[in-house]
């Protein structure tokens, strides 16, 4: 028997099949390798991005459906808003089970004009099919300014997240706890990981300072680890940004909220390398690229950190 996808992980069949493929577009930017495409149309440069969210991977039927269309336009915008960019124009696929009740899918599209109105753009077409399962698709086209990678920072460039982390995490256990009822802070946690809250307000900041840029959707050290792939970074993880909601959960549990926080993932706050000071702007300065390196990254005492984060092959961190 040959290989299975699940045995090479998400990344190594990223790696795998953009191997297949070779392009020849002079408008295009950079072939493949980050969480946009960057695409050139006349004097614009276009982001181009998609994400999917599947049922029993990335929501459970039971969800508010007004939340899942939320989500969904989020965390596309979110790779739009890392990149200093505006989002512009949706498309949408749905694969729908034929017995899904007709006023699903009239919330979950209540969730998604919410976002559009959030955010500020159009859904301007789509396509819909039969599957067993909800899967919902979401191409997004944006415009920037300028190109910013995840993985260009510069050595001496400090590093920034622009909000608390590990919320999510902690939303989503207590979601499939599935209790009856929750405490006021647990409601909180949960609300940030069914409808986060794409950073586009910080875009401004992100396309005039930033070296390098990317959301959290894998998880903090995750996705540091792909920022600082050809670097060595320092992480002060008394510095990382922790909600007094995720410290009581963890408090209440005996847990570590920091281990939530690096780990955690569907954060979708910004990541971001700069040279300059971003901390006047709300962002939190939580460690800096100290050299060129393979990847490595330490804590201040010296402690090197383990960077694997979510695999959607493979359904685990």
């Known amino acids: 028997m040959g290989k299975r996808v699940s045995d090479l992980g998400e990344f190594g069949l990223i790696a795998l099949l953009t191997g297949e493929i070779k392009n020849n577009d002079p408008s295009l930017i950079r072939d493949f390798g980050d969480d946009t495409a960057f695409v050139r149309s006349g004097e614009k440069i276009l982001l181009l991005t998609v994400d999917t969210l599947v049922e029993g991977i990335h929501f459970l039927r039971r969800y508010p459906p007004d939340a899942v269309g939320w989500k969904l ?8 808003a890392a990149k200093g960019g505006k989002p512009l124009w949706g498309l949408i696929t749905l694969s729908l089970p034929p017995d899904l009740e007709v006023e699903y899918v009239r919330d979950l599209y209540r969730g998604i004009n919410e976002a559009l109105n959030r955010y500020g753009f159009s859904l301007v077409g ?109 992480v002060d993880l008394e510095r990382i940004p922790l909600s007094e909601e995720l410290k009581k959960y963890c408090a209440e549990r005996g847990k570590n909220p920091i281990e939530y926080a690096l780990r955690g993932g569907e954060d979708y706050e910004l990541l971001v390398a700069s040279d300059i000071d971003l901390t006047p702007y709300g962002f939190f300065k939580v460690g800096r690229i100290t050299s060129k390196g393979k990847g490595e990254i330490y804590t201040a005492d010296g402690r090197r950190l383990d960077i694997k984060g979510f695999d959607h092959l493979q359904g685990s961190d």
């Open 73 to 80: 336009v989020s965390v596309n915008v979110s790779d739009i």
């Open 126 to 234: 789509g396509n819909t099919t039969k599957g067993e399962k909800v899967c919902l698709d979401f191409p997004l086209v944006g415009e920037a300014k300028r190109v910013i990678f995840r993985d260009t920072p510069k050595v001496g460039d400090k590093i920034f997240v622009s909000g608390t982390l590990g919320d999510s995490r902690a939303g989503l256990e207590l979601l499939l706890e599935d209790k009856r009822d929750y405490k006021p802070h647990e409601w909180r946690l949960i609300e940030r990981h069914l409808r986060p809250v794409a950073r586009l307000d910080l875009s401004p900041v992100v396309e005039k300072y930033a070296n390098a840029s990317m959301d959290i959707s894998d998880g903090f050290l995750a996705d540091l680890g792909k920022m600082v792939k050809n670097f060595t970074a320092v």
